[in-house]
């Protein structure tokens, strides 16, 4: 199938880069956004082609500070901006005459599951969006939370004296990472190194994957507090999909917010499938089925 390399502008004026899967012409679209850090190689191309070979022109795009997109520090998430991202990545699509604008969707897995519902929250350009297993809960550990912050203030002191930025690797045995979030606390040793493994499997298959994150954006990640935005998403239609054995998000918190969403809405429960084994082995014709329905349904094609 074919496959085109794409670049657009933010409206801070940066240049971000993916690729473009055109689809039929007069039809609709769907914007795949990755995991935490994840360049587009990660995960996105395989999925990207099925949905393409199921009638939909698809985008990816690497998140601004990764991959090839611009923006520095390299690794420094923003939350607040990768949203705003998502909103240009919609004016972008509106630049192809042969895209239907009124049918365009957003889709997003964990870390960005949940930014694609507070982007279709405020941005009714959006026709549906699908949201797998979104992190919901970023409280911090008591004991090493309040550490990490004094981190990211000596980071700021330095920021502003012209020192580099302080990284944190994604996974430490000495707990100097995620762990400051308690939702990763309750991971079993096997369950942290599997994160070990991971990374380092990120690593082989994506050479511009970056294993750390600026110690500022765990900082925003900790004063972020989504769902009062969620309440606006109204009568765009949603899918959320809910990994059975979520071991990050919980299950019960994911079932809540669905709770909470206007109708149209769809839940699909992914049986046996959890945050670290959701892709891994994937039978796409399985994992996909669901959501390509509802997007059928909605975009109507």
């Known amino acids: 199938m074919q496959r085109r390399d794409i670049e657009f502008p933010t409206l801070d004026g940066l240049t971000l880069r993916g690729w473009l899967f055109p689809g039929a012409k007069g039809g609709p679209a769907v914007i795949l956004h990755n995991g935490f850090n994840y360049p587009k190689e990660l995960i996105l191309s395989p999925v990207a082609i099925w949905f393409q070979q199921h009638g939909l022109t698809v985008l990816v795009y690497d998140a601004r500070t990764v991959g090839e ?6 690794s420094d998430l923003d939350q607040r901006k990768l949203i705003e991202d998502m909103h240009d990545a919609v004016t972008f699509l509106k630049t192809f005459e042969w895209i239907d604008h009124t049918r365009i969707a957003l889709w997003g897995f964990f870390w960005s599951g949940t930014q ?17 297993g ?42 100097e990472s ?52 969620f309440t606006a998403l ?42 670290f084994n959701y892709w891994y082995d994937a039978d796409l014709d399985q994992l996909l089925a669901g959501q390509l329905k509802f997007l059928k349904e909605y975009l109507k094609f």
């Open 234 to 275: 109204g009568s765009t239609p949603t899918m959320l999909v809910i990994p059975e054995i979520d071991e990050l998000s919980d299950p019960a918190l994911q079932h809540k917010t669905f709770e909470s969403f206007e109708d149209p809405k769809v839940l699909e429960v992914a049986k046996e499938k959890g945050h």
């Open 178 to 229: 995620f762990m400051i979030f308690k939702a990763f606390t309750v991971l079993s040793r096997e369950q942290r190194t599997m994160v070990s493994g991971m990374v380092e499997g990120a690593k082989e298959q994506a050479p511009r994957f970056v294993d750390s994150v600026t110690a500022q954006t765990l900082y925003r990640i900790a004063n972020w507090s989504p769902f009062s935005r």
């Open 134 to 175: 979104p992190v919901l809960d970023w409280s911090l550990d008591p004991e090493l939370g309040p550490r990490m912050m004094a981190l990211a203030m000596k980071d700021r002191e330095g920021r502003v004296q012209g020192k580099p930025p302080i990284y944190i690797p994604f996974y430490k045995e000495d707990g």
């Open 116 to 132: 694609v519902l507070e982007a279709a929250s405020v941005d009714k350009r959006v026709a549906a969006v699908v949201s797998i």
């Open 69 to 74: 997109s611009d923006g520095e520090p390299r």
